[in-house]
């Protein structure tokens, strides 16, 4: 195979072809009010981990849809799970606990 | 004495006024260019955000119009302004001496064909949000066999400069959320995915329609204009959009698209302009009196507008802006029209 | 920014993303039109600025797709055209990986224009720096003479045809109008700023160039 | 796929393109890369069709690729237009037609800022009289030369001695076409058919018994951006781009592409190479690729040039298969040879691309 010192280089683009329907339904059982989040960002604001590295409850959750559970789990593996969020949620999500139905639900391979 | 009405329109708008134009005893006489009655509201299913089958709300309106002098396929030849009234003749061949005249002539559904990127009529399987009612009204569409992505694109023909509609059509988001739930009804098994740019639930129960799609229903919300539409091998469809929450572009293979054809002035509001003498605005629709202060009114005496003929409205609001219109017409006709020495003065100050 | 570009490309956004959608950049770069014209329409000048020193603006190939599409009429391309001009202009250019290629690209683009009358000229064309020209392009490098005769051109002849020799009244009306339309300051300054890059870095013109003919850092792809 | 409704849009989208009397100005990369292309298009057009077509060798390049690697200046670019639009008038021409899409453009836009801000026309006339002492008149009709091509397709198909049929199976040849971005995505108006569906190339097929194939990734981009091929640091945004578009049509099997931009030929068929040869991949049948053509080129192939004469010998992809299947007659012995039969040797084979 020839090296031309270039290559092709991978896509970005979200494909929600790959969106795994039978994990996301398993947790969506556990954790109904994940289909409510407005993504609206108020999670984010006010989140403590998030000041000092890359976390976002309303990232993890777009994350999730958008087939990339890696992404999603990224998200929350900061969280101190001190439950500013769960006050915030305009939604009144029970932020805490769908966090750790999250990383219960996409960790295991 | 009895004042002769006439009515410009038989959709919601004009039935509305006509039966409560004749319960106050005027004579009522409703034009409608088409061979219905019922407007926009005979074609439709069911409406946000109850779901009511449209079909029951258009009899109400239908059994409380009974009595009214109705010509359909019938459209205005001429009309020529009298000291007071109106001389209208028909195209029908009648004549009628009309104290006040009312225009409710409705809108059009954005011809979808010209939102080129979308492939309507190109690509089989995309249809419209009219073509998604019919097939609930009468559950045939070939393009519809069990589809197990569905797609809907809010904003077609809406907030769009390049089709020359910048303004917002106030009905879409809802009824986009209302059809989400309603496929997702007949196809359980669905994923449905709905393609926005702001969520505008503003009515009453609209909010309770959206939390409702999502939690019962699971239907995904994509914050992003559709940008291209094109089909797979499999006739399939390949649409692209910005998910622009996670600011990266997206695509996603779906078995059926629909677009959310948003409100156009409707095409008979050019012709009827130059007859009435009445401007219309930038955006095609006829322009009130003195905006929200007198709504209904035109800027002709005796000449009033209701519905959709001044900007898109949602079924209660047309039949509220109806109901409003009748009493306009009832002061016109009470406190103004019948004072033959100071008309002119009277137009001057309350019109 | 006094640049008409702007005007014709901007009117107020309403973060669509229509842009984004179809950009060939945005698949593969770390790249979102639609950001940038929010950025620009912000007129916040610190986050201009950053973008005007960051990789992020010569991410765009010019293809403007995205005008065809967008609903308020605006056009990310010519924005970012703009956007360009600035930063070559306030030298902010060479502060980035993406940027600094300016410096090879006006050399090269302006001195065939200059020198020939022509964008690119295949003698300049070497297979060396383009591999992907194939094995055609290695052949037609080595017979150029006999193949452009061959194929009824006219490389370097009198008179019209293709690659005729454009006569030098007309290459030095060409230099006439790069003097007076500043692509000759222009050129000049993005020459400079290169040499200046270069001397900062201790390197050599040709080991700079090379360096930026084929620098690629991973960070730029979006994955 | 509704047929129809294609039809309906290509009928709001015609453009008015003279029949005759044009100014021809060159395409950089065309010459370079495909000088037998233009040869081609002035032998059809003045030879066999007896236009018009008048070339001066005073013009030059419009500086299109140095304006769009942002290298010089809007107002600089706009000048070397204005004294193209000065040399059609003095030989007292008002059809422009331009043999590249980016140039194409490029006159569109220069027009179309001018009519909105008539200062700044006013600004490039006083830089051309002070550079080039030289006045400019404006074109009354730009037309790219794919658009008289396709203006001429029926003459074109009344000469021709072959259709686009593959002659062992009688069946159509399946055509997928390429429109360069600058043709009508800025100005849908400019181009025959409009942006979205555009009719100019799929028009000659038609007429020349092809037939036409969509595919999703049809509107896309080939990649090319300017400084994105250019500098090779960045090239992977230009191939990537292209093995897009292959993914997207592979399924549907095409005989040949056809484009009317120069870069896109170019790049449809090198990238096809480079992904071939990096990768191992091809798209053609049994390892062979899938000819990426212009459309003088096809033009020549259904009116019986000899291909070798069409230069497509300097395409990467071999077009042998597509002869084959057209039944257009060759010597392979010839393909390499200059003129007079001048032994100039042959390029090395591939690796893997057939």
Redesign the interface.
């Known amino acids: 195979?020839?090296?031309?010192?270039?290559?092709?280089?991978?896509?970005?683009?979200?494909?929600?072809?790959l969106?795994d329907?039978e994990k996301y339904e398993e947790l969506?059982a556990m954790e109904?009010d994940v289909?409510?989040c407005m993504?609206c960002g108020s999670c984010t604001a006010v989140c403590t981990a998030g000041k000092f590295v890359p976390t976002s409850l309303?990232?993890a959750i777009?994350?999730i849809?958008?087939a990339n559970s890696e992404k999603a789990l990224q998200m929350l593996e900061s969280c101190q799970l001190c439950g500013k969020c769960s006050m915030v949620c305009p939604?009144g999500i029970n932020t805490r606990h769908l966090i750790l139905s999250i990383t219960k639900v996409y960790s295991k391979k | 004495m009895k004042n002769n009405i006439l009515i410009i329109g038989g959709g919601p708008a004009g039935l509305e006024a006509s039966a409560q134009l004749q319960r106050m005893g005027y004579n009522v006489i409703l034009i409608e260019r088409s061979a219905k009655l019922g407007g926009h509201l005979a074609k439709w299913d069911r409406l946000f955000p109850d779901r009511v089958p449209a079909d029951e709300v258009l009899g109400g309106l239908l059994r409380a119009a009974e009595g009214v002098k109705c010509f359909t396929d019938t459209d205005i030849r001429a009309i020529n302004r009298l000291e007071k009234s109106y001389n209208v003749r028909l195209t029908n061949g009648i004549t009628v001496l009309s104290d006040a005249v009312l225009v409710a002539s409705g809108f059009d559904l954005f011809n979808a064909v010209r939102k080129e990127e979308y492939g309507y009529g190109i690509y089989n399987q995309v249809m419209t949000n009219a073509d998604l009612e019919a097939y609930f009204k009468t559950g045939n569409d070939k393009r519809i066999e069990n589809p197990k992505k569905i797609g809907f694109v809010h904003c077609v023909g809406s907030r769009d400069e390049k089709s020359g509609c910048r303004s917002c059509s106030k009905v879409c988001c809802a009824t986009a959320v209302k059809q989400a739930i309603e496929i997702k009804q007949a196809f359980p098994q669905a994923e449905v995915f709905c393609f926005y740019m702001d969520l505008r639930l503003f009515g009453r129960h609209y909010e309770d329609l959206y939390l409702e799609a999502q939690k019962e229903y699971g239907v995904r919300f994509i914050r992003g204009r559709v940008a291209e539409v094109s089909e797979n091998y499999d006739g399939t469809l390949l649409v692209k959009a910005e998910d622009t929450v996670a600011s990266k572009p997206l695509k996603v293979t779906l078995d059926l698209l629909v677009l959310m054809s948003g409100m156009r002035p409707s095409a008979s509001v050019k012709e009827l302009g130059e007859h009435l003498g009445m401007m219309v605005e930038e955006d095609g629709y006829f322009s009130v009196r003195s905006g929200i202060s007198a709504g209904q009114r035109s800027p002709q005496p005796g000449i009033f507008l209701a519905g959709a003929a001044t900007g898109p409205k949602t079924l209660p609001e047309t039949l509220a802006d109806a109901r409003a219109a009748a009493m306009e017409i009832e002061r016109y006709l009470t406190e103004i029209f019948p004072d033959a020495r100071n008309y002119k003065q009277l137009v001057k100050e309350r019109w | 920014m006094q640049d008409y570009r702007l005007k014709e490309g901007l009117n107020a956004c309403i973060n669509c993303g229509t842009c984004t959608a179809i950009c060939p950049a945005a698949e593969f770069y770390r790249y979102d039109p639609r950001r940038i014209v929010d950025i620009v329409q912000s007129k916040d000048d610190g986050e201009i600025e950053k973008l005007l020193r960051s990789d992020t603006i010569w991410y765009c190939g010019e293809c403007m797709s995205c005008v065809t599409r967008c609903p308020r009429k605006n056009a990310a391309g010519l924005i970012i055209m703009s956007l360009r001009n600035l930063s070559i202009e306030l030298g902010y250019f060479i502060d980035s990986e993406k940027g600094r290629q300016q410096y090879l690209l006006t050399k090269d683009l302006c001195s065939n224009i200059l020198d020939y009358g022509y964008c690119v000229y295949p003698r300049r064309f070497d297979y060396a720096g383009h591999p992907e020209s194939g094995r055609v392009w290695e052949w037609e490098g080595k017979h150029l003479d006999d193949v452009f005769e061959r194929l009824g051109g006219n490389l370097d002849g009198s008179g019209p045809g293709a690659m005729r020799r454009i006569p030098q009244e007309d290459l030095d009306q060409l230099k006439a109008i790069f003097d007076i339309t500043g692509a000759s300051d222009r050129m000049e300054a993005v020459r400079k700023a290169g040499e200046r890059k270069a001397a900062e870095w201790g390197m050599t013109k040709e080991e700079f160039e090379a360096k930026i003919y084929t620098d690629s850092s991973p960070k730029h792809l979006n994955h | 796929m509704i047929y129809e409704g294609k039809q309906k849009i290509w009928s709001e989208y015609q453009k008015e393109i003279p029949d005759d009397h044009y100014f021809y100005v060159r395409s950089c990369i065309r010459q370079s890369f495909f000088p037998a292309s233009e040869a081609t298009f002035l032998d059809i057009t003045r030879n066999v069709l007896g236009k018009d077509i008048f070339e001066t060798e005073h013009h030059t390049t419009c500086g299109g690729i140095a304006y769009h690697s942002d290298t010089i200046p809007q107002e600089t670019v706009m000048t070397i237009i204005a004294r193209q639009f000065a040399l059609m008038a003095k030989h007292g021409y008002e059809n422009y037609v331009c043999s590249c899409i980016t140039s194409f453009g490029l006159y569109c836009e220069t027009m179309e800022t001018w009519r909105e801000y008539p200062e700044l026309e006013a600004k490039i006339r006083e830089n051309l009289w002070k550079s080039c002492k030289l006045e400019f008149a404006k074109p009354k009709f730009l037309v790219h030369a794919s658009d008289l091509i396709y203006k001429y397709r029926n003459l074109i198909a009344a000469q021709a001695v072959r259709k686009l049929v593959n002659v062992h199976t009688g069946e159509p040849l399946k055509v997928v076409e390429h429109i360069g971005c600058h043709y009508s995505k800025m100005f849908p108006s400019k181009g025959v058919g409009g942006a979205e569906y555009p009719y100019v190339l799929v028009g000659m097929i038609e007429a020349w018994g092809g037939e036409i194939v969509d595919y999703p990734e049809r509107r896309h981009c080939c990649g090319f951006g300017f400084r994105q091929y250019f500098i090779k640091g960045n090239r992977g945004y230009s191939l990537s781009n292209t093995h897009k578009k292959f993914e997207s049509m592979e399924p549907f099997k095409p005989d040949l592409i056809i484009t009317n931009c120069p870069g896109c030929p170019y790049f449809l068929d090198r990238w096809q190479y480079v992904i071939a040869e990096s990768t191992g991949k091809t798209y053609g049948q049994d390892g062979h690729g899938i000819p990426a053509l212009t459309y003088e080129e096809v033009a020549g192939l259904v009116m019986g040039y000899d291909p070798w004469d069409l230069g497509l010998q300097t395409h990467q992809v071999g077009v042998e298969p597509l002869l084959d299947k057209m039944g257009v007659e060759y010597d392979p012995a010839k393909k390499y040879l200059g003129k007079d039969g001048k032994d100039l040797g042959s390029p090395q084979p591939c690796a893997c691309l057939k």
Not at chain 1, 7 to 17: A, E, F, H, K, M
Request: a positive charge; aromatic letters at 10%; proline letters at 6%.
């Open positions: 195979m020839v090296d031309f010192g270039f290559g092709l280089v991978p896509s970005s683009r979200i494909n929600l072809d969106f329907k969506a109904p289909r409510i993504a309303r990232e777009e994350a849809k958008n939604r």
